[in-house]
C-alpha cells in the first residue's frame, strides 16, 4: 500500500477515537473518561507533530 493512503487511514483512526471519547465523556463525566479523552488528545497531537517532522 501507499503510504500516504496508510498516514491518512491512520489520522482519521485517531480522530476517530478523540471524538468518540469526547462524546462519551460528554454523555458521562468521569475521571476515567476524562483521562482517556487527554491521552487520546495527546496521541493525536503527537502523530500529527511527527508527521510534520518527518
Not at 9 to 27: G, P
Request: aromatic share 6%; glycine share 2%.
Amino acid at each position: 500500500m501507499n503510504k500516504p493512503i496508510l498516514t491518512d487511514d491512520e489520522l482519521s483512526r485517531k480522530i476517530w477515537l478523540v471524538q468518540n471519547i469526547a462524546i462519551t465523556f460528554a454523555n458521562c463525566p468521569t475521571l476515567e473518561n476524562a483521562a482517556n479523552l487527554a491521552r487520546a488528545k495527546a496521541e493525536l497531537h503527537a502523530y500529527v507533530m511527527e508527521g510534520r517532522n518527518a
